[in-house]
């Protein structure tokens, strides 16, 4: 199978951007979705999975979803993680019903992605998503207000910031107290061995994705953060439904990361790629950026051969892009409008031409 280029879709009433808008982007073969109504832990039925047949007179698959969340319990370790985990196995099962052959998910405590301003000027007139170090330090109730008031005044939802889980913020905080990096890794070790058979079972992969950013918030441990800890992952459990969302932005927030490299050597165990560009600054301080190599210091053209050079066959799709032209508050999600992802498309898809026609091949997206 060849690689396949996706694009995430936040479903009918929950997303600004139509399918219709979505079919005129040339290559676009899978929409990344999910249901973003579920709690951590709730069984996804067989009748909410069905919704998304309406991609199909689209033509567009439903391979990929991103993201079923893991329960807080699953994370800390309590004696109620089993019946979570026997939720998410019974997701599983549903999924499969619909084909579905890839599982984006996390592993971060408590916070999902971290950002101190979702619509930060860039310079030419757009906005991105933006991360001010000095503004994430102590006082986490202040960030976890900023995007919930952002949620609450446009009634969007994020996944990873369920009002429901942030109301309970200072007691989630205190069942994360004994959860240090050691401990965390033995209960997502945990998690995955439990899973393994059902993903055989089903046919599905696993694909966790990197923390972002790739360093400890809050004095809350983090795991997926550089090569050195990807390689204990793929260890950690050696099976190879046992897989990673290899992001390129979450990854190189930490500029000593080399995404390329990283991509070489584990290519095969790569079930889904998002193509991210960030731009450094010199304060610690980054901010989301086109897709364009030279917009940002991610390497993306270095990313991009080492997919092709290692015959990619997984999934792929660009990741935060900027608000353009009328896209902002209220009418765009952050992060995630039509235009920008769409000129990403386009770039990485003339990329992978001009790789397949260097090396004399017939262009297979």
């Known amino acids: 199978?060849?690689?396949?280029?996706?694009?995430?879709?936040?479903g009918e009433g929950n997303d600004k951007i139509k399918l219709s808008d979505i079919k005129q982007i040339p290559g676009v073969t899978s929409i990344v979705w999910a249901l973003h109504h579920k709690m951590p832990g709730e069984v996804w039925e067989v009748e909410e999975i069905a919704v998304q047949k309406q991609l199909e007179p689209y033509g567009f698959n439903m391979d990929v979803v991103e993201s079923v969340n893991v329960h807080d319990d699953i994370k800390i370790g309590k004696p109620t993680r089993d019946m979570y985990i026997e939720n998410y196995k019974t997701t599983m099962r549903n999924l499969s019903k619909f084909g579905v052959k890839v599982i984006c998910y996390n592993f971060m405590p408590i916070f999902d992605w971290t950002r101190s301003n979702l619509f930060h000027p860039v310079g030419d007139g757009s906005t991105a998503l933006f991360y001010?170090?000095?503004?994430?330090?102590?006082?986490?109730?202040?960030?976890?207000?900023?995007?919930?008031?952002?949620?609450?005044?446009?009634?969007?939802?994020?996944?990873?910031?369920?009002?429901?889980?942030?109301?309970?913020?200072?007691?989630?905080?205190?069942?994360?107290?004994?959860?240090d990096h050691e401990k965390l890794w033995a209960n997502l070790k945990y998690f995955l061995e439990a899973l393994m058979p059902t993903c055989e079972e089903t046919g599905i992969k696993m694909a966790i994705h990197m923390d972002d950013p790739p360093w400890d918030i809050f004095g809350l441990p983090?795991?997926?953060t550089n090569g050195e800890n990807i390689d204990r992952f793929l260890k950690m459990v050696d099976n190879p439904y046992n897989c990673l969302t290899l992001c390129s932005g979450s990854l190189n927030a930490d500029p000593n990361n080399n995404v390329a490299d990283i991509v070489r050597k584990h290519c095969d165990r790569i079930a889904f790629a998002h193509i991210r560009n960030v731009k450094h600054f010199p304060n610690g301080d980054?901010?989301?950026?086109?897709?364009?190599?030279?917009?940002?210091?991610?390497?993306?053209?270095?990313?991009?051969?080492?997919?092709?050079?290692?015959?990619?066959?997984?999934?792929i799709r660009p990741d935060h892009g900027r608000h353009l032209w009328d896209e902002g508050?209220?009418?765009?999600?952050?992060?995630?409008?039509?235009?920008?992802?769409?000129?990403?498309?386009?770039?990485?898809?003339?990329?992978?031409d001009m790789l397949d026609k260097l090396e004399g091949k017939k262009t297979t997206v």
């Open 222 to 224: 983090r795991l997926l």
């Open 132 to 179: 001010e170090k000095n503004m994430i330090q102590d006082d986490y109730n202040a960030m976890a207000k900023y995007i919930l008031d952002f949620t609450e005044k446009y009634n969007m939802s994020f996944p990873g910031w369920e009002p429901e889980r942030m109301a309970k913020l200072d007691q989630l905080f205190k069942d994360y107290a004994g959860v």
């Open 1 to 10: 199978m060849p690689m396949q280029m996706g694009f995430r879709w936040y």
């Open 329 to 352: 508050p209220g009418n765009v999600r952050p992060g995630y409008g039509l235009y920008d992802r769409a000129l990403g498309i386009m770039y990485m898809l003339g990329v992978w």
């Open 286 to 315: 980054f901010s989301e950026a086109s897709h364009r190599d030279c917009d940002g210091d991610t390497g993306i053209l270095d990313i991009l051969k080492a997919y092709h050079d290692c015959g990619f066959e997984g999934y």
